[in-house]
């Protein structure tokens, strides 16, 4: 059934979560980065996170080559950082050349004008028959770099469970707590 011109399946797809993450990496002397949106936590031990990217993008080698990528949460409104890494007359290999980036332990850049970012080592690669490939990466290392744009964050429970706001019973969350991280 089609709503207002629109396939249901459409409509409800919509529904899932997306967002807005840079996904970067480096090899040889050269980095680059892309611009995706589709990225969730699939695992909790280990952690790893799925991330889907277009393919045929210059950065698809570094991640092969190094086995290492890095995923950085983009505010909505840093229009510079999308226009920076959505330029389609530079070259890729220097879109991260004028942003500032820092690495922590595999060497995939991470953007410090990021709210936050992650960084991963592949653990798998799936070639889709579609226009995205698949990375699932376990996850190495991290960092905020915005702690005001964490109003809320779900951090891991040992037990599977946590209590709620007022400290009562306990409410299982499959291994995931909510935290306002501004009392943290």
Known sequence: ?????????????????????????????????????????????????????????????????????????????DCFLMRTLSREDQDPYEALDPIRCETLTTGAPLITRAIAALECEVVRHIDLEGDHEMYIGQIVGGRVYDESSCAAAHLPVADGACADTNGSAPVHTNGVMPVDLRSA
């Not at 050269?30 to 995706?36: D, F, G, N, W």
């Not at 695992?43 to 890095?70: C, H, N, Q, T, W």
């Open 1 to 77: 059934m089609e709503s207002r011109g629109v396939a249901g399946w459409v409509r409800a797809l919509g529904l899932f979560p997306s967002g807005l993450y840079a996904m970067t990496s480096a090899f040889g002397g050269e980095r680059s980065a892309v611009l995706v949106s589709w990225a969730q936590q699939c695992g909790y031990e280990p952690p790893m996170l799925a991330v889907a990217s277009p393919k045929g993008r210059p950065i698809a080698p570094l991640i092969r080559d190094s086995r290492a990528f890095g995923l950085c949460v983009v505010r909505p409104d």
